[in-house]
């Protein structure tokens, strides 16, 4: 079966610093996701991406969140000045294309702020 | 996006067949209906979808009526390895639609 991977699966990082989440989407795929899930909570949208922009943004995607596709295999979700609460576990996820194809998730990587 | 109704947790016996319902009542046109499975600390994995009727694959069922406001995910014969959060979303995910998820089902399978 296809993989989504991501990297780190572990990242602790201190308030106020800069982090960067990195993930391989599935070759091939148009739609690029990230989501996130605070321990013990569901699994919520931040953000999807098509064609090398921003096609949809939750609230939770603020002014300190961004994604880029550095290049044709990579897709990261960076977050400016880490906070308390950013602590959780982040999936990327991917679809093939525009149809109702199955959405893939990563394993996650969990991001703790101290 | 439809709201969708789904227990909280349910409790099984290996072996036995496990059904979640979900309630769905404000399913639009064009919505289709898709399960996903998340064990702890790992990213969820999809199950199923469908439209209408009945939908299998080697993993699981999904039982859809007539007026599609409720949908059933069969899995038969579960095994420990199944204890998970079962999670119903419903939209139509043409496009880039995105997944909403809610609280979902958690199933725990006991020896």
């Known amino acids: 079966e296809p993989e989504v991977t991501q990297t780190p699966s572990h990242q602790v990082t201190q308030m106020g610093q800069e982090v960067i989440l990195r993930c391989v989407p599935i070759?091939?795929?148009?739609?690029f996701y990230w989501y996130r899930q605070i321990l013990g909570q569901k699994v919520e949208f931040l953000v999807s991406?098509?064609?090398?922009?921003?096609?949809?943004k939750s609230e939770i995607f603020d002014d300190q969140f961004s994604v880029e596709r550095p290049d044709g295999s990579n897709f990261t979700l960076k977050i400016r000045s880490t906070k308390l609460e950013d602590s959780a576990m982040y999936f990327c996820a991917s679809k093939r294309d525009h149809g109702r194809n199955t959405i893939y998730f990563g394993e996650g990587s969990w991001l703790t702020v101290v | 996006l439809a709201k969708t109704t789904q227990p909280i947790s349910m409790d099984s016996y290996e072996g036995q067949e496990v059904n979640i319902t979900c309630s769905h009542n404000?399913?639009?046109?064009?919505?289709?209906i898709t399960w996903y499975q998340q064990f702890p600390s790992q990213g969820p994995r999809f199950i199923i979808q469908?439209?209408?009727t009945k939908v299998t694959n080697e993993v699981a069922s999904l039982f859809i009526p007539a007026d599609r406001k409720s949908s059933t995910l069969s899995l038969p014969r579960v095994s420990l390895s199944d204890t998970a959060v079962y999670y119903c979303?419903?939209?139509?995910?043409?496009?880039?639609?995105?997944?909403?998820f809610g609280q979902g089902t958690e199933l725990s399978v006991k020896p």
């Open positions: 979303l419903v939209g139509d995910y043409n496009q880039g639609g995105k997944l909403i």
């Open positions: 070759s091939n795929h148009l739609y």
């Open positions: 991406f098509y064609n090398n922009e921003i096609s949809e």
């Open positions: 469908g439209y209408k």
């Open positions: 404000n399913i639009a046109t064009n919505d289709y």
